[in-house]
């Protein structure tokens, strides 16, 4: 490939949207880490998130994706969060 075609290449790739969707979550006391689709990782404090700070493994654990994976939601706890991804871009 010529050294053309490489910078063509990589500025359609920089120009491609990152996908912020969620694909995992999970608690690296004391951060709640989120996996996005683009395979990027976002670590936040818990401190941030007194309910989910105080919540027991079980309940932590309990959790399903929303709208897509651009929220989470917690049923134990009654909490979800949708803002959370703003914190990535």
Not at 38 to 44: F, H, N
Request: aromatic share 6%; hydrophobic share 40%.
């Amino acid at each position: 490939m010529s050294e053309s075609q490489n910078e063509k290449q990589n500025t359609d790739a920089a120009r491609k949207p990152m996908r912020e969707e969620m694909t995992n979550v999970n608690f690296a006391d004391p951060n709640l880490v989120v996996t996005l689709a683009d395979g990027r990782i976002l670590s936040v404090s818990l401190s941030l998130f007194p309910l989910l700070a105080r919540a027991s493994t079980q309940e932590r654990n309990n959790y399903f994706l929303i709208e897509d994976g651009i929220g989470v939601h917690w049923p134990d706890l009654d909490v979800s969060l949708r803002q959370l991804l703003d914190l990535a871009t």
